[in-house]
């Protein structure tokens, strides 16, 4: 084992985008934080001396797959084929040295590989092992997902028991093609309670007969993603692709910690890009004046943060610092946490009407895209509750701040499920069918979102 050299450790930096400038009286201030981690270099200017890595493997890492083996799973019975297949190609893409395990997730939950409570290290024997250990995998029974996730933290636990100096991404696989009806939500939410900030996870609904607030949510709680795969076919690709991003996390357990002045207060907190995702019911205090807000896990990678401050109304050319930003990860040792990065937010009062009434075009983009996240969300739900009016007006503002923000991706999502008149205006029909796979598609990716041109 060997420490972090400053070849192997992310840099990791914070921009503030915002207009400082308030009119007398004003007290609410908005910024867009973008954070940006890059490989190699020392993390905000200091190595992260007290952390150890294998040369080899990099960052330790722990994994546990949950499938789905339901008795739909065998409807129809390729789709049981296309799991295994896809935990297969996940398994071959794990680095050698990352702890990792299969369960098989019906109205219980079993371990399929390695078995004993236990995790197997990756190399060529124990992936083979694992493929062969696939060929036990049959549909039968319910599903309650709570028994899964549960004894996903039960076996990444083990991989800190076993190595209690080294910091490990712990990270869970979830895929499931139905609805969770063997347990109560009740029973869910207080298994995701339990796992919340213990690992993070990527949940996957296959075909269509899952529910899409149910598996968003299980991503949202674990800080995860969440998709859709309606082809079981295109499972394999998709696994893969997870597990290779999976491999590429370098740094666990990072939060957005937000101290604010006397006076000062944070209204919220959300992560706007990749995702829209609100943070602010998980802050937990930190201090007098400070609280942290989880990101999970981070690679190479760069997200936005929308920061709102209420500020104490002051008078024409005062200043203040609003809330300073820092980006934290845990000290192994329990001591205080390691800074990673951090920015400022400020205030200043004018009376210049220019200034004070300038939307930086940050804040601008992002507030349309989470507000076109919402009205995607309400617009569905009314469609399904045969609110036509309702859902022509909510998903017609969907296309009309697809298109303004240049979300192509979504704006072809909305084209399948509403006809569009007029894009810039808004002006759409309600297509008179469609696809159940269509709308399943666009209500769980309508929290992506498409970063502002700088």
Known sequence: MANF???NVPRFSAEVYQNVYLSEGGREVNAIVTVTATGGGTTGGMPLTSRTYSRDTGPGAAVVIMVDCSGSM??????????????????????????????SGTHRASEVYPGGGRLATADADTRAQARQALRKLSAGGGTAIGTWLRLADRLLATADASSPQQEFIRHGILLTDGRNEHESPEDLQAALDACAGRF????????????????????????????IVADPAALAADFTQMMETAMGKEVADVSLRLWTPVGAHI?????????????????????????????????????????????????????????RVSLIVPAPDGGPPETLAQGLVRAVWTDDMASSTSIDPQVAHYTGQAELAQVIQQGIDAR???????????LGRAVQLANASGNAETAKLLAK?????????????LKARVAEADEMTLETRSTKTVRVMK
């Not at 049981?80 to 190609?89: G, I, L, P, S, V």
């Not at 993070?200 to 969440?226: N, P, Q």
């Not at 399904?384 to 909510?394: E, I, L, M, Q, V």
Request: net charge negative; glycine share 10%.
């Open 5 to 7: 050299s400053k070849s």
């Open 74 to 103: 065998d409807y129809p019975p390729t789709k049981m084929r296309n799991a295994r297949d896809a935990t297969a190609a996940a398994i071959d893409a794990l680095r050698d040295g990352v702890a990792f395990a299969v369960v």
């Open 200 to 227: 993070t996870c990527d949940a996957r609904g296959v075909g269509t007969d899952w529910e899409v607030k149910e598996v968003t949510g299980i991503a949202s709680a674990l800080l995860g993603s969440a998709d």
């Open 267 to 323: 209204a919220f907190v959300k992560q706007v890009a990749p995702t829209v995702e609100d943070l602010t019911g998980r802050r937990t205090d930190a201090g007098p004046r400070a609280g942290d807000y989880p990101t999970g896990s981070w690679g190479d990678e760069s997200r936005d943060y929308h920061v709102c401050v209420r500020v104490p109304a002051a008078g024409v050319g005062q200043e203040m610092l609003a809330a």
């Open 384 to 394: 399904k509750s045969g609110d036509r009016d309702g859902a022509t007006a909510k």
């Open 417 to 429: 499920v509403v006809d569009v008149v007029d894009a810039a205006t808004g002006t759409v029909r």
